[in-house]
């Protein structure tokens, strides 16, 4: 289980995976408790993930389950399988929020997974704004061994010769912060947008080849020559995917001039 909060939108969002050998009843008591806890501080929960009960299948496990989301007016978005083979159609993946909740979600096929991935839109009173400016202190060496000059060559004998311990305090306080600021001082920084710099095109490619192979493949009985060679596709794409991202950290790091800080 991990979880995320989100204050600007009075919203926690909560992935859990629930092993499909794991112990039922003990999974419900958890997401009680764990429902419970978020709803009596005032947020908003969604929940998602694997949870391995087939939303598509009646059963007992989900009976127990639906009756306890609707109990905290909470309910599954997701109303197509999330994971199709030949043989097979599943709904195990959630998307859970409360049921006055104006929420989209659908299924995307990114192409190396067997199970679909899902993608929520949630229409919020709130706009999302992301901020384009930060302000942050900057501690080179030169600034350190400055700032250590400046409370090393400062004469503390007014403070040493003030009986009252708190305006002592407050004395040496004030020195040392007015040389902390001085040497580090707040500065603006443009916030730059973080980008998959790793993408090739050749990848985005492969991916759109491997997304068509893998519908042809859920499409019906096809010959085994195409399924080992959909499989193979698939097995390479995945490795090119972790070798491309590897590459690309690694010729990050190279050239950082602090290698601790590139890591």
């Known amino acids: 289980m991990s979880a995320i909060e989100?204050?600007?939108?009075?919203?926690?969002?909560?992935?859990?995976?629930?092993?499909?050998?794991?112990?039922?009843?003990?999974?419900?008591?958890?997401?009680?408790?764990?429902?419970?806890i978020v709803q009596?501080?005032?947020?908003?929960?969604?929940?998602?993930?694997?949870?391995?009960?087939?939303?598509?299948?009646?059963?007992?496990?989900?009976?127990?389950?639906?009756?306890?989301?609707?109990?905290?007016?909470?309910?599954?978005?997701?109303?197509?399988?999330?994971?199709?083979t030949c043989n097979t159609s599943t709904l195990i993946d959630v998307m859970i929020t409360k049921l006055s909740c104006n929420v989209q979600t659908v299924n995307y096929d990114l192409g190396y997974s067997d199970h679909f991935a899902q993608l929520s839109?949630?229409?919020?009173?709130?706009?999302?704004?992301?901020?384009?400016?930060?302000?942050?202190?900057?501690?080179?060496?030169?600034?350190?061994?400055?700032?250590?000059?400046?409370?090393?060559?400062?004469?503390?004998?007014?403070?040493?010769?003030?009986?009252?311990?708190?305006?002592?305090?407050?004395?040496?306080?004030?020195?040392?912060?007015?040389?902390?600021?001085?040497t580090f001082p707040l500065k603006t920084y443009y916030l730059n947008k973080n980008k998959n710099k790793w993408i090739t095109k050749g990848l985005l490619v492969s991916k759109n080849k491997l997304r068509i192979l893998r519908g042809l493949k859920r499409s019906g009985q096809l010959p085994n020559e195409f399924l080992n060679y959909t499989n193979k596709y698939q097995s390479i794409y995945k490795h090119l995917l972790k070798e491309a991202k590897k590459l690309h950290n690694d010729k990050f790091i190279s050239s950082a001039s602090n290698k601790s800080k590139g890591l």
């Not at 350190?144 to 400046?150: A, D, G, R, V």
């Open 40 to 84: 009596s501080k005032g947020f908003d929960i969604f929940l998602c993930g694997d949870w391995n009960i087939n939303f598509i299948k009646h059963s007992q496990y989900l009976l127990e389950l639906q009756n306890l989301l609707l109990m905290h007016n909470l309910t599954n978005t997701v109303n197509s399988p999330t994971g199709i």
């Open 6 to 36: 989100l204050p600007d939108f009075n919203l926690i969002l909560i992935c859990i995976y629930r092993s499909p050998d794991g112990d039922f009843n003990e999974f419900l008591l958890l997401l009680e408790s764990v429902i419970n």
């Open 121 to 182: 839109l949630i229409k919020v009173d709130t706009p999302v704004v992301n901020p384009k400016f930060t302000k942050k202190r900057q501690f080179s060496e030169y600034a350190i061994k400055e700032f250590l000059n400046y409370l090393q060559t400062e004469s503390w004998d007014y403070i040493l010769d003030t009986d009252d311990v708190n305006k002592s305090f407050n004395m040496f306080m004030n020195t040392f912060l007015y040389y902390f600021n001085i």
